[in-house]
């Protein structure tokens, strides 16, 4: 799909990955971008630098993990910027926390990275099912695909992010829309970084598997992703081979896995042993 003359929603995109998909697509022309975010001032202040490249922004809060504001923000997309084309359902959070995560941290990361997406597109895709046309682009991670040590709500909710973008390629492509599942590694943003700082061992994971790439890198490889309608949008080629690995034998994987969870905690308890 071409961005030019389409009408674009970003979730999320108040930081990061999501901001940086803003101002890039900004550059291919398209009718116009909301600009999502649960930090109202944020999704502002990108909106304005949509605006400042000649197209038309707006920023607009909303909590995506609840389906009535989730609804709210599309009537206002499409009454901003007229029927939706193209939404980026980018929003994302992580937990550091293993197995005993709090219950409310559980509900959370499925909140914002399952049921986001499925909000979004119970709001969307009729109308745009009705057009014949639209692309779907989910923000997931290569955590979907690979697994992470030390985080298990986000571990588990990006495998099923990846998974209902799974289904609703292979349910909607007959009716002329288009999925994609956007799976980094390890990207410079406010939801990594802390935790490679900290010698956490889920970031030391990451840190480990893979560069860390900017979010206007990951920018460039999605409008290459959308021109192309690829499911996989891989920004680091390395994740195909990990993921052909980790297919053809589990057990070798989690073997290997396992072994550098123990290695990456060991690190993390000394790391916090270090700064007291």
């Not at 695909?145 to 390629?169: C, I, M, N, R, T």
């Amino acid at each position: 799909m071409r961005i030019e003359g389409k009408s674009v929603l970003i979730t999320g995109a108040g930081h990061g990955i999501g901001a940086a998909l803003a101002l890039r697509l900004a550059a291919e022309k398209p009718r116009g971008i909301v600009v999502s975010d649960i930090d109202e001032p944020a999704a502002k202040e990108v909106a304005e630098l949509v605006c400042q490249q000649g197209v038309p922004g707006v920023g607009v809060r909303a909590d995506v993990s609840s389906a009535d504001e989730v609804t709210e923000l599309i009537a206002t997309t499409e009454r901003e910027i007229g029927p939706l084309d193209v939404i980026c359902s980018n929003a994302g959070i992580s937990t550091a926390k293993g197995l005993f995560a709090t219950p409310a941290d559980w509900e959370r990361a499925w909140g914002v990275n399952v049921a986001a997406h499925i909000h979004l597109a119970q709001a969307a895709l009729p109308g745009m099912v009705r057009r014949k046309e639209g692309y779907f682009l989910i923000t997931a991670s290569a955590v979907g695909l690979l697994g992470l040590q030390g985080d298990a709500p986000y571990s588990v909710s990006k495998h099923a992010a990846v998974g209902f973008a799974e289904w609703l390629a292979f349910t909607y492509r007959p009716r002329g829309i288009r999925v994609s599942a956007l799976c980094p590694l390890g990207v410079r943003t406010g939801l990594l970084m802390p935790a490679v700082e900290s010698g956490h061992a889920a970031g030391a994971a990451i840190a480990d598997a893979g560069r860390i790439m900017e979010p206007a890198e990951v920018a460039e490889v999605v409008v290459q992703g959308f021109a192309d309608e690829r499911f996989l949008i891989l920004p680091h080629p390395e994740v195909a081979e990990m993921h052909a690995r980790k297919v053809a034998d589990p057990d070798a994987w989690i073997a290997e896995q396992a072994a550098a969870g123990s290695r990456h905690s060991r690190q993390s308890r000394q790391s916090l042993r270090d700064r007291r």
